[in-house]
């Protein structure tokens, strides 16, 4: 028979019907009153191991009980719940015989405990096909009638991330801070971490690395750029005209004058001659410099492009001088 001390199932004496004890038997009750033992000490997890390795070798819904019982205590309580329910599952399969009322009671009462801390949480995948493990164990898929699958996580054993079993589905986890692990085939692992509220209820969005923010190409400036600022060009031409007239007037009066047969009038004529010519090299100079720019100078970026370097400011301007004439610049 078996009493209940301080949650913990633990047993009083052997049925005077039971066979006799092979040495499996016998480790595994061994095994039993160590993990026994160890969670009067609070020692939950040394508790948990010892009572796994008897039920490994002798089944039996105590045995069951009591781990669900040091799940619960050390706070994984979908481990619990899941090890609860299959105390009282074991317990109907043997026809009532191996758990007390008190054992019953006791199971069912910290099923709906468990059940009360337990989050709910909606998950949706990203990209769909993506394989997902939680706190490096996959997920157990307990239900797929419903509107959305149903998952828990933290149940099963260490392994690598499985396929979801849809890209919206429902997941069960104990409350706390867990790392979620999306992976996608041949794009690596994407870890993200999520705290949960005992019993809250909530809905998360779980992405791979098709969906994370790779680098990518510039976007190709689709603005007109600026006209060229042609105003140098025609501020040359406009300089080379005036020249050209101020010339051609010019040798008509040098012309006119040379021929008038006057010393006075032909050294005039000699000077308006000399004006001619240098009015001529301004409209030529003008001429040449507008061409040039017109033929070179570039488009402007448009505001907001890419750049390189910001050039010198060109410029053009006439210039006249002791003995000279001329347009000067830069560009």
């Known amino acids: 028979m078996f009493a209940v001390s301080d949650g913990v199932a633990q047993t009083e004496t052997v049925s005077p019907g039971v066979p006799t004890e092979t040495p499996e038997v016998a480790e595994a009750r061994a095994a039993f009153a160590k993990g026994i033992e160890l969670a009067r000490q609070g020692r939950w997890v040394d508790a948990l191991s010892a009572l796994t390795r008897s039920n490994e070798l002798r089944p039996h819904a105590v045995t069951t009980y009591n781990i669900g019982y040091c799940e619960r205590s050390l706070g994984r309580y979908t481990r619990a719940r899941k090890m609860l329910a299959k105390a009282l599952a074991d317990q109907k399969a043997s026809g009532e015989k191996e758990l007390s009322l008190d054992l019953v009671t006791a199971a069912r009462g910290y099923w709906v405990e468990s059940e009360q801390q337990i989050a709910k949480v909606t998950v949706t ?5 993506a394989s997902v493990k939680v706190d ?14 149903v998952v828990l996580a933290g149940t099963r054993d260490v392994g690598p991330a499985e396929i979801v079993p849809a890209k919206i589905f429902d997941v069960q986890i104990d409350p706390g ?12 692992d994407v870890a993200t971490t999520q705290s949960f509220s005992p019993g809250a209820s909530v809905a998360i969005q779980l992405n791979g690395a098709e969906s994370r923010d790779l680098p990518r190409k510039p976007a190709d400036d689709v603005r ?13 031409f406009g300089i080379g005209g005036a020249g050209a007239i101020v010339g ?13 047969g006057i010393d006075e009038q032909q050294n005039a004529g000699y000077r308006a001659a000399d ?19 017109l033929l070179t100078v570039p488009a402007k970026k448009a505001t907001g492009g890419p750049t390189t370097a910001t050039p010198e400011r060109s410029f053009v301007r006439p210039y006249v001088g002791l ?9």
Do not use: Y
């Open 136 to 149: 490096g164990r996959p997920l157990e898929i307990v239900a797929t009638d419903g509107p959305r699958p």
């Open 323 to 331: 003995a000279s004439i001329g347009v000067e610049g830069r560009f």
């Open 275 to 293: 004006i001619a010519t240098g009015a001529f090299i301004v409209a030529g100079v003008g001429a040449v410099v507008g061409v040039v720019w």
């Open 224 to 236: 007109a750029p600026e006209q060229p600022n042609r105003t140098p060009a025609w501020v040359a």
């Open 125 to 129: 995948v990203v990209p769909e096909n």
């Open 248 to 260: 051609t007037v010019s040798g008509a009066i040098a012309f006119s004058k040379k021929n008038a």
């Open 177 to 188: 801070t867990h790392e979620f692990v999306v992976s996608t085939k041949d794009q690596g």
